[in-house]
T-cell receptor, first 111, second 112 residues
């Protein structure tokens, strides 16, 4: 079943923060975050495994709440280069190694 | 350079014709995947393969076929049975035990 992402779209001014959420009704083994620029391939950002960990690099970080089956992506002090569509991909516990992607969150950072 | 290549970048076909999209990787990845993306939509899994000579249907396999004769290659055929084939097709590969997938540049297929 497809994870639900929210919000569907967000517009930020450069330097502002944003949070993107990804929720599943299934028990998850892992959550993956990708960013896609228009007409290009999705780029891998990070993976979170069950166990409730938090990860980050530079000003982008993420958390995974195993009890709620929810992951959140945090974008701090956004830059113009952060613009794009963010997708979460989830792998359910006990399933083959394949991901189910959400419908995406479109992020636009303006001056 | 290591990576995933898809060819061609743009493809035009007449309705009723089968067409094969190429996907090659030199990353020594075991697993390969095919996704379809429609405008404003997420990625939907068509087929995936975790080892050579074996593949499984994804969520939207009807009208598509694949083969995995070599570890490096996972071609996708869009058959005439696919009712709405115009879309952006993305191939990905990854190591079986990590789930992380790396995507090729995609092929935009337009059926006229």
């Amino acid at each position: 079943q497809q994870p639900v992402q929210s919000p569907q779209a967000v517009i930020l001014r450069e330097g502002e923060d944003a949070v993107i959420n990804c929720s599943s009704s299934k028990a998850l083994y892992s959550v993956h975050w990708y960013r896609q620029k228009h007409g290009e391939a999705p780029i891998f950002l990070m993976i979170l495994l069950k166990g409730g960990e938090q990860k980050g690099h530079d000003k982008i970080s993420a958390s995974f709440n195993e009890k709620k089956q929810q992951s959140s992506l945090y974008l701090t002090a956004s830059q113009l280069s952060y613009s794009g569509t963010y997708f979460c991909g989830t792998r359910e516990t006990g399933t083959a190694s394949k991901l189910t992607f959400g419908t995406g969150t479109r992020l636009q950072v303006t001056l | 350079d290591g990576g995933i290549t898809q060819s061609p970048k743009y493809l035009f076909r007449k309705e009723g014709q089968n067409v094969t999209l190429s996907c090659e990787q030199n990353l020594n990845h075991d697993a390969m995947y095919w996704y379809r993306q429609d405008p404003g939509q997420g990625l939907r899994l068509i087929y995936y393969s975790q080892i050579v000579n074996d593949f499984q249907k994804g969520d939207i396999a009807e009208g598509y076929s694949v083969s995995r004769e070599k570890k490096e290659s996972f071609p996708l055929t869009v058959t005439s049975a696919q009712k709405n084939p115009t879309a952006f097709y993305l191939c990905a590969s990854g190591l079986r035990h990590t789930d992380t997938q790396y995507f090729g540049p995609g092929t935009r297929l337009t059926v006229l």
